[in-house]
């Protein structure tokens, strides 16, 4: 069975400081991956997806970036801080390509003081 | 305009009542997925849809792609069915969902 894993559960972080988020996958080889953001009390909103090792396409510019180090992992991050980056990050994994449904991590709570 | 419309935004029932829920898009859909997000953050997949009708148990979803619409019904209501409900639509492309804003449902004993 597949799991999927995030790291850290929470973070507070102050404006202008770094961030990094890290979302693992296991039990599946090659998996479609992507990173969601939900503002408090809002919807879900698609930040970045990944097919494979090394490439990872912007959905939404949220002055975040991302990467794909190894097949299982996914990592999300910035050099500096907004108050607007507070929120719900979300890691969700595809099987493939052709069947579109995902499954999501437990995620990650931002707060940005 | 919101692609993917959902409605009622908030729901309050008592337990043993049934539900029905709502989403209308705007942007062809090719395929649906709904969720329950309970308080802690947690996104469950309740169902995945093509077009058609599934069921588990007390769920029933149905995807009609011709009128732009899904639903999902909630039989005879538990507590354990509050919670944030979730559609998203799959609009085909790089597997990008888009979801709703969300039906907050509220069981009361």
């Known amino acids: 069975a597949q799991t999927i894993h995030q790291w850290p559960v929470a973070e507070i972080k102050a404006v202008g400081s770094p961030l990094s988020l890290g979302c693992t996958i296991k039990g599946k080889s090659s998996p479609n991956l992507y990173w969601y953001w939900q503002a408090t009390g809002g919807t879900l909103q698609q930040l970045f997806y990944?097919?494979?090792?090394?490439?990872v396409e912007s959905v939404v510019q949220l002055n975040l970036s991302a990467s794909r180090p190894k097949d299982d992992q996914f990592i999300l991050s910035t050099e500096k801080l907004l108050l607007s980056h507070s929120g719900f990050y979300l890691c969700a994994w595809s099987p493939d390509r052709g069947r579109a449904e995902q499954f999501f991590g437990p995620g990650t709570r931002l707060t940005v003081l | 305009g919101d692609q993917v419309k959902q409605s009622p935004s908030a729901l309050s029932l008592q337990e043993g009542t049934n539900s029905a829920l709502r989403c209308n898009f705007s942007?062809?859909?090719?395929?649906v997925q709904w969720f329950l997000q309970n308080p802690r953050g947690s996104l469950m997949n309740l169902f995945y849809l093509v077009p058609g009708t599934k069921e588990n148990g007390r769920l029933k979803s149905t995807f009609n792609s011709k009128e732009s619409y899904s639903t999902l019904h909630i039989r005879d209501a538990q507590l354990e069915d509050s919670g944030t409900y979730f559609c998203?639509?799959?609009?085909?492309?790089?597997?990008?969902?888009?979801f709703g804003k969300g039906t907050q449902l509220i069981i009361q004993p």
């Open positions: 990944s097919i494979t090792v090394g490439q």
């Open positions: 998203a639509a799959d609009t085909g492309g790089a597997d990008r969902l888009t």
């Open positions: 942007i062809a859909t090719t395929t």
